[in-house]
């Protein structure tokens, strides 16, 4: 049974920053490609940032020079570290894996970021 499970989400102020971990079982890691998405009220589901199993990473313009995305693969673990966080980032944050070449994609539960003074 594959299983995402995200954590480090929570009430920051602007300008302040947070980690976001989620570590996956059920699924050989490193060969996934890690994605972060986000989902405010009323709109739809955006990635956020990707990192592909070599490592390389793609940032909505957004979040760039202000996240960063990175993998452990022994830990089968991929972080979400914001910086310079704004209200705008307000979302749910979702992680997925996913493997095109096998059509397989799978998601976490989502965990809560809130920006606000």
């Known amino acids: 049974q594959v299983q995402l499970v995200e954590s480090g989400g929570g009430l920051v102020q602007p300008g302040g920053s947070l980690r976001l971990s989620c570590t996956a079982s059920g699924i050989t890691f490193s060969f996934y490609t890690m994605n972060w998405y986000r989902q405010a009220p009323g709109k739809q589901r955006d990635l956020v940032a990707q990192i592909i199993s070599d490592s390389s990473t793609n940032y909505a313009d957004s979040v760039k020079g202000r996240f960063t995305i990175s993998r452990d693969n022994a830990k089968n673990t991929v972080y979400l570290q914001m910086s310079s966080l704004k209200p705008e980032d307000t979302a749910v944050y979702y992680c997925?894996?996913?493997?095109?070449?096998?059509?397989?994609?799978?998601w976490g539960q989502g965990t809560q970021v809130t920006v606000s003074s």
């Open positions: 997925n894996a996913a493997r095109l070449s096998a059509r397989l994609s799978y």
